[in-house]
């Protein structure tokens, strides 16, 4: 979900249940962008963020480490600051609870430091537990340098209206390197558990269900506040992949990549033919053929010559070597049963003329 709108004039219509907690949120992001001196762009250009969010275990109730990255493509402002909303539910103790100098995450990035087209990683720095301020202090305050030389203050705080976490950071301080532009990426890890000490600096709520994120950016320049929600969905996790079972392509094995080379719903992890063409991956691996592809130079099993077609060819060359062990005959010939069997006979040439006359299914 996006709500987007200038902060100029201050004034742009937000869904009506998200205007007890965007209005102020305007007007607190017009103000640190005044305060902190707005390098502004030359010119107009986009402000179209991107948010993410994810757990490393969607289990209820657990100590799961959470992962946003916030993004800008090339070509649009850079991102001057970020709030994080996060639902209640999510058990986050206050940051007195665990010593001052634990470990409690990491904060990468990247971005074109040159401004000359490329994208450079940003050295990466560990979130670092601080004591609260002495007036008005926040749940909690993690500190972290980001590419040798870039400080970041997170003010961890809860709302009212409604009930949740925030937290702020703002990107654009004294510290911030010259001369960068987009495409820029803040990705932020927060771990369930602080180190060395262990204690919990955040845990999953204790019920399943659909939680949604939210998170308001500020454009550094052109003055633009973009809001963007990703959603999470917490329930059992089997394989702990940070994926409910309800949502995970692969619930019995650990993917949390979602990868799905054949779009046939099930994950490759666990799919036992990745490029659906008919051949297990076993027999593939097995062959020397591709098992994410199933059209090409040595990607069907049916089609010893590559030429697309499963014909007269492919069964005279597996007459040529009948009876043989494999090797000395080619391990592409065996390609039944299931599990190979190192010798090209009557299952490879049955499993080869029921093919006869066929093309393979890829572009």
Known sequence: MIEQGPVSDGVWPPPARSIPRLAPLVVLLTVLALATGVREASGTMSFTP???????????????????????????????????????????????????????????????????????????????????????????????????????????????????????????????????????????????????????????????????WDDGLLSLGGSQVVFVSDELVIGADSDADGLANTVDNCPTVPNPDQLDTDGDGAGNACDSDDDNDGFSDVIELSAGTNP?????????????????VSDIAEIDALAGNFGLAVPPAPERHDIAPDTPDDVVDITDIDRMAGLFGRSCSGP
Request: glycine residues 8%.
């Open 50 to 212: 991107a948010f993410s969010v994810s757990v490393s275990d969607a289990n209820p109730g657990v100590r799961a480490n959470a992962t946003t990255i916030h993004s800008v493509p090339a070509g649009n402002y850079l991102i001057d600051s970020v709030n994080i909303f996060i639902p209640i539910e999510w058990q986050i103790p206050s940051g007195d609870t665990y010593p001052v100098g634990n470990i409690v995450g990491t904060v990468s990035g990247k971005a074109d430091k040159g401004c000359n087209g490329s994208v450079d990683a940003l050295t990466p720095g560990n979130l670092i537990n601080q004591a609260p301020g002495p007036t008005d202090p926040s749940r909690a305050e993690w500190f972290a340098v980001v590419d040798g030389t870039w400080q970041l203050l997170f003010i961890v705080e809860q709302t009212n209206q409604p009930r949740e976490w925030q937290i702020t950071v703002t990107l654009n301080n004294a510290s911030m390197p010259t001369s960068m532009c987009s495409p820029e990426e803040v990705k932020v890890t927060i771990n369930g558990s602080a180190s060395p000490s262990g204690a919990q600096v955040i845990a999953n709520p204790a019920h399943a269900g659909t939680y949604t």
């Open 292 to 308: 994410l592809l199933n059209c090409g130079v040595n990607a069907w099993p049916a089609d010893i010559n590559n030429d697309g």
